[in-house]
Nanobody
């Protein structure tokens, strides 16, 4: 397991962009992002393999969000464009394995709030 620290959340208008970043305390295999909106279960957003070119996206964000990583710095980023009010959630960074399930990851950040106003 590693320690994860997210940054970059905030308030943005619909149609705007935000970039989330997550720094890991050590080397990781897969990294990903999940989110949890009020009253809803946490859901998968995106994941990236250590090879940096194998990625997974949820249907709701594909084409708008881009995940990337810098293995030299042990960081992962999530560029979020064309944000919608329904993207409002706490976004969590995850590290460990690779997949769309929470069970694939064994390290979690504290979360960062993203709020999209209409």
């Amino acid at each position: 397991q590693v320690q994860l620290a997210e940054s970059g959340g905030g308030l943005v208008q619909a149609g705007g962009s935000l970039r989330l970043s997550c720094a890991a305390s050590g080397r990781t295999f897969g990294m990903g992002w999940f989110r949890q909106a009020p009253g809803k279960e946490r859901e998968f957003v995106a994941a990236i393999h250590r090879n940096s070119y194998t990625t997974l996206y949820s249907h709701s964000v594909k084409g708008r969000f881009t995940i990337s990583r810098d293995n030299a710095k042990n960081t992962v980023s999530l560029q979020m464009n064309d944000l919608l009010p329904e993207d409002t959630a706490v976004y969590y960074c995850a590290a460990g394995g690779f997949g769309v399930s929470e069970n694939a990851f064994d390290s979690w950040g504290q979360g960062t709030q993203v709020t999209v106003s209409s």
